[in-house]
């Protein structure tokens, strides 16, 4: 007589979760004859809802010649380099975004929120609407798992190779 015993392990799988909270904006414009910072901030409507928005008035349109540097830093005794520092033609990446994977998945945590998601040129001013802190953080666990830690997430906005505006956003992932 053969007994047959299983074993059956059973794991339970849990996600470990992590939440992205926003901590300080700086946004400077370099040129206020070119561009103006209309307002600039964080907004904590609720413990669960924080978002961020910014408008800048362009004062010399159109703009059909864009370029903008992305850094990703993260805080060790100062905001060292941590995974991305690009610079790219904006107008070239918004006609085919599929060519620029870094600046796609940069760009994707506030182009839902904007009403940057065309093609140059730009003959508005730029808007990003409610940028929520819920979709840094599905981008920072989700799509691309960071380690904890104090980022910042540093940008510089040219315009016919001009620096023109700097925009700084700075956060941590707990």
């Given at each position: 007589f053969a007994e047959r015993v299983e074993t059956i392990l059973i794991f339970e799988y849990s996600k470990i979760s992590a939440d992205f909270e926003f901590t300080n904006v700086k946004c400077l414009s370099l040129h206020e004859s070119f561009c103006s910072i209309e307002y600039c901030f964080l907004k904590s409507v609720s413990r669960n809802y924080k978002y961020g928005s910014l408008k800048v008035n362009l004062h010399k349109v159109p703009i059909d010649k864009m370029t903008i540097n992305l850094a990703i830093t993260k805080r060790l005794n100062g905001y060292k380099p941590f995974l991305y520092n690009i610079t790219f033609d904006a107008?070239?990446?918004?006609?085919?975004?599929?060519?620029?994977?870094?600046?796609?998945?940069?760009?994707?945590?506030?182009?839902?929120?904007s009403n940057m998601n065309h093609t140059c040129p730009y003959d508005h001013d730029l808007i990003v609407d409610k940028a929520p802190a819920s979709h840094m953080d599905h981008h920072m666990t989700d799509t691309l798992p960071f380690p904890r830690g104090d980022y910042g997430f540093f940008s510089i906005w040219y315009a016919l190779g001009i620096p023109r505006a700097t925009v700084n956003v700075f956060g941590t992932l707990t």
């Open positions: 107008c070239k990446y918004l006609k085919n975004p599929q060519k620029y994977p870094v600046a796609r998945f940069i760009l994707g945590l506030f182009i839902p929120f």
